[in-house]
């Protein structure tokens, strides 16, 4: 149980155009899910938590305009990266929180590699 | 301010034992976890410790000392799929997930 997917594995896309990265809890619900950029050779670093229903809490330093999150179902949270650039390029994953436990682990994603060109 | 520190790099032998550390100063307490990630995929899961004392799971085993902000990772007969950065997390007062560096393991035959 508690799987994550995530959509799409990986994406290449042009300077100044969007795209969006689809995060799936299967088979719990996620009241809470979390997004991580990981650059090469580095830490996870959060970026935002996103609950259901209400708007994100972004990390210190993460453009909220630029970095557009959406969690409409406990299921389902969406990452769109807006007029992408090259320093873009990174590794993106979600996680998400099953609420039900007592231990707050947090169940990744397989992540998406994004290359902005 | 919250602070998880583990070393950047160790190395060790296969077959051999490696025991990897970490220390931890964050505002409040609600568990540690272990997390393994090889390069290009997503954290998996390995450990969750709440109370003091020793948790073995196979051939890695974790240990909490809360009174000490410490706790370890021991992995036994090492194999080279062991290769991968190990990640210490806790869970603050807020229950969120604080993390480390990751302390990047490499095995040599």
């Known amino acids: 149980g508690a799987v994550v997917s995530q959509h799409p594995s990986w994406v290449i896309c042009k300077s100044g155009t969007s795209v969006k990265i689809e995060c799936r809890s299967l088979?719990?619900?996620?009241?809470?899910m979390f997004w991580y950029r990981q650059f090469p050779k580095q830490s996870l670093m959060l970026m935002a938590t996103s609950n259901e229903g209400s708007k994100a809490t972004y990390e210190q330093g993460v453009e909220k305009d630029k970095f557009l999150i959406n969690h409409a179902s406990l299921t389902l949270s969406t990452l769109t990266v807006t007029s992408a650039h090259p320093e873009d390029s990174s590794f993106y994953i979600c996680?998400?929180?099953?609420?039900?436990?007592?231990?707050?682990?947090?169940?990744f994603g397989p992540g998406t590699r994004l290359t902005v060109t | 301010g919250q602070n998880i520190d583990q070393p950047t790099e160790m190395t060790a032998t296969e077959g051999a034992i490696v025991q990897i550390n970490c220390t931890y100063q964050?505002?409040?307490?609600?568990?540690l976890f272990w997390y393994q990630q090889h390069a290009g995929e997503a954290p998996t899961f390995l450990s969750y410790n709440v109370l003091d004392g020793l948790e073995e799971k196979g051939r890695f085993s974790s240990f909490l000392s809360r009174s000490k902000g410490y706790s370890y990772l021991l992995l036994k007969e090492l194999q080279m799929k062991d290769s991968a950065s190990y990640l210490c997390?806790?869970?603050?007062?807020?229950?969120?997930?604080?993390w480390g560096a990751g302390t990047k393991l490499i095995i040599k035959p």
């Open positions: 996680s998400a929180r099953s609420e039900t436990g007592t231990s707050y682990e947090q169940y």
């Open positions: 964050t505002s409040g307490f609600n568990g």
């Open positions: 088979d719990f619900q996620a009241t809470t």
């Open positions: 997390a806790v869970v603050d007062s807020n229950y969120q997930l604080i």
